[in-house]
């Protein structure tokens, strides 16, 4: 009985352990400098911009243009055959979560700024941007940032555009 009882507190252990190296976003972590924005709220969507998600390691389109204020629903398609991800940030912490998913590729992202998405799938993040700057997005997946698959949105200031009097998607091919 004893033998089964450090068996299965080792095997719980082990479990444990592997969950950690595994790694996750539940809980955040920290980010360096001004703030990126937040999460946005369904009611609050001025507009809706679809971006697809490549093999050949690009977003389309790779560069947004948006008013601080406004708040974006990004509809994610994942028109390849490998999982990607849509992750928002500044340059500094994309390079670092980069590093990160290279020690632990299998890593769960469960924050609001992160959208991962199955081959053939789409997702969609809600982003409020409050601050005139440039955010970064990237795909984080082992390899697939080094291989060019990032982006910017440029957020302008100025006021939001009015709910729905801009193109409800700006996918433009």
């Known amino acids: ?72 629903r990004l509809v994610v398609r994942n028109t390849g055959a490998l999982p990607h991800e849509l992750v928002l940030g500044n340059i500094k912490d994309l390079q670092e979560h980069a590093k990160a998913m290279q020690k632990f590729p299998d890593m769960e992202h469960e924050e609001p700024n992160m959208l991962s998405v199955a081959p053939g799938a789409q997702g969609e993040l809600l982003w409020h941007f409050t601050s005139a700057m440039t955010v970064d997005f990237a795909c984080l997946r082992p390899g697939h940032y080094e291989a060019g698959m990032k982006g910017k949105i440029q957020v302008a200031k100025g006021k939001a555009a009015a709910k729905n009097k801009e193109p409800h998607d700006a996918h433009k091919h």
């Open 1 to 72: 009985m004893r033998t089964r009882t450090i068996f299965v507190a080792a095997a719980l252990l082990a479990v444990s352990l592997a969950a950690q190296a595994s790694g996750t976003h539940a809980g955040g972590h920290a980010h360096e400098g001004p703030s990126i924005g937040e999460p946005g709220l369904t009611d609050k969507v001025s507009r809706t911009v679809t971006i697809d998600m490549q093999d050949n390691m690009r977003f389309v389109p790779a560069s947004l243009r948006v008013k601080q204020g406004e708040t974006i």
